[in-house]
T-cell receptor
Framework: GESVGLHLPTLSVQEGDNSIINCAYS??????FIWYKQESGKGPQFIID?????DKRQGQRVTVLLNKTVKHLSLQIAATQPGDSAVYFC????????????????FGTGTQLKVEL | KAGVTQTPRYLIKTRGQQVTLSCSPI?????VSWYQQTPGQGLQFLFE???????NKGNFPGRFSGRQFSNSRSEMNVSTLELGDSALYLC?????????????FGPGTRLLVL
């Protein structure tokens, strides 16, 4: 049958404002989470990661928060710039859980961030 | 250090044909994973190779296969192509493949099946 594209949530922010992108994950045993940024025509680019023994991790202009109680992950971007416009994906690594090792990322559907001038 | 490279970048095939895609990981990285990205299904895991062995596998039919060479370079093959195989195929590499480290993605190979 005809394939239907995933409906990407869109977040529009003004340049200079802070952005918050949210993600829910499904497996309470997942222990490693990553945020990726994907610009049109490019592969996903690593932004920041966090392990399940942490609640918060900060990078340059970005912060990731992990709430294991409600299985929720968020990415905060400070002072959003036009270059931040892209699709943002959260991903969890289930390799450890399933096989005792290795990589097997499960991605969320993504959020389109649009920065308005 | 050079990033993950994938060849070819673009490919057009017809139904029933087969295709081989190549991935060169970042120098020193031992784990190579493959993902399929489509508008309908998003990013989906195909398989992971480590030390020339397939260690993890996603839910794809047997038409999708791969291998890894002793220098960690990897290839994936899709046989008997279907229209639905049109997608961006992404390769990612990581240093130890321990599931707790960053995976770096290449630019992808865009496959169009006619």
């Amino acid at each position: 049958g005809e394939s239907v594209g995933l409906h990407l949530p869109t977040l529009s922010v003004q340049e200079g404002d802070n952005s918050i992108i949210n993600c829910a994950y499904s497996n309470s045993a997942s222990d490693y989470f990553i945020w990726y940024k994907q610009e049109s025509g490019k592969g996903p680019q690593f932004i920041i990661d966090i392990r399940s023994n942490m609640d918060k991790r900060q990078g340059q202009r970005v912060t990731v928060l992990l709430n294991k109680t409600v299985k929720h992950l968020s990415l905060q971007i400070a002072a959003t710039q036009p270059g931040d416009s892209a699709v943002y994906f959260c991903a969890e690594n289930r390799g450890i859980i399933l096989t005792g090792g290795g990589n097997k990322l499960t991605f969320g559907t993504g959020t389109q961030l649009k920065v308005e001038l | 250090k050079a990033g993950v490279t994938q060849t070819p970048r673009y490919l057009i095939k017809t139904r029933g044909q087969q295709v081989t895609l190549s991935c060169s990981p970042i120098s020193g990285h031992r784990s190579v994973s493959w993902y399929q990205q489509t508008p309908g299904q998003g990013l989906q895991f195909l398989f992971e190779y480590f030390s020339e062995t397939q260690r993890n596998k996603g839910n794809f039919p047997g038409r999708f296969s791969g291998r890894q060479f002793s220098n960690s370079r990897s290839e994936m093959n899709v046989s008997t192509l279907e229209l639905g195989d049109s997608a961006l195929y992404l390769c990612a590499s990581s240093l130890r493949g321990d599931g707790q480290e960053t995976q770096y993605f290449g630019p992808g190979t865009r496959l169009l099946v006619l």
